[in-house]
């Protein structure tokens, strides 16, 4: 991670976060925070080829590939501290689809957890969180590497639940990569539903960071351009949960 750049720029991103409650940060903007090269990022993009299929969908759908797994950055340490592995859990007040039920999701891979972009992620996320507090945090941090695929005619659905939030303090929607479609577009409204932008993330690593207490979101049903071609969008949700200390 490039310390001169995130240093420099954590205030600024912290402070329009602030501001608009949410805030996009280019692919090229973050490739150059990261301090990450081509060989980098294309190594870990490979990693959503390995992702296992969501069975846990209430609509019966095929379409979502995932897996998961979550860290505690200790507001005194500057690592991060893989949590065992464990069930995810969500309420049916924020997943009124898929809330309410233990769904138990393949763990993240070796080659995954030790890229060096996904430690210089989550550490570069928490600086902004922390600073958007006020004070060092300790956070629970989600990571949900995700594969939403169009099947020939049929859409793939990013968010089957629709408009909603995530029930924890901030997150992160970063692309991957788009392969063979069209659609996938954010939308993010304040909380009264009102809607705040709407924009395509299409270059790697262009990320979205919200505050999910005042912001709701939702992403477009993706369709493939060539019904005979693989047709994906692969994309990293990340969540923090403030700890009280």
Request: charged fraction near 20%; charge should be neutral; include cysteine.
């Amino acid at each position: 991670m490039d310390s001169l750049l995130v240093e420099r720029y954590t205030p600024v991103i912290a402070n329009l976060l602030d501001l608009h409650n949410y805030v996009f940060i280019s692919g090229r903007q973050m490739t150059a925070m990261l301090a990450t090269n081509v060989d980098e990022v294309t190594r870990f993009k490979n990693c959503w080829s390995h992702l296992e299929l969501d069975r846990f969908m209430a609509d019966g759908g095929m379409y979502r590939h995932r897996r998961y797994g979550q860290y505690l950055k200790h507001i005194d340490s500057t690592k991060l501290t893989l949590l065992p592995h464990q069930a995810f859990v969500q309420s049916l007040e924020v997943n009124s689809l898929n809330g309410g039920m233990d769904r138990h999701f393949a763990p993240l891979t070796k080659v995954f957890m030790t890229s060096p972009i996904l430690d210089k992620l989550l550490l570069m996320m928490s600086n902004i969180f922390d600073w958007c507090e006020g004070r060092p945090s300790d956070w629970i941090i989600g990571v949900h590497p995700q594969r939403i695929v169009a099947d020939g005619a049929k859409k793939g659905l990013p968010t089957p639940e629709g408009l909603h939030r995530n029930g924890v303090t901030y997150l992160a929607s970063i692309v991957m990569r788009r392969n063979n479609i069209t659609g996938g577009e954010t939308r993010i409204t304040d909380a009264k539903k009102k809607t705040l932008e709407c924009l395509v993330l299409d270059q790697p690593l262009d990320m979205v960071l919200a505050n999910d207490n005042r912001t709701l979101h939702e992403v477009s049903p993706i369709t493939s351009v060539c019904q005979e071609r693989c047709a994906y969008r692969d994309v990293l949700v990340v969540t923090f949960t403030k700890m009280e200390n």
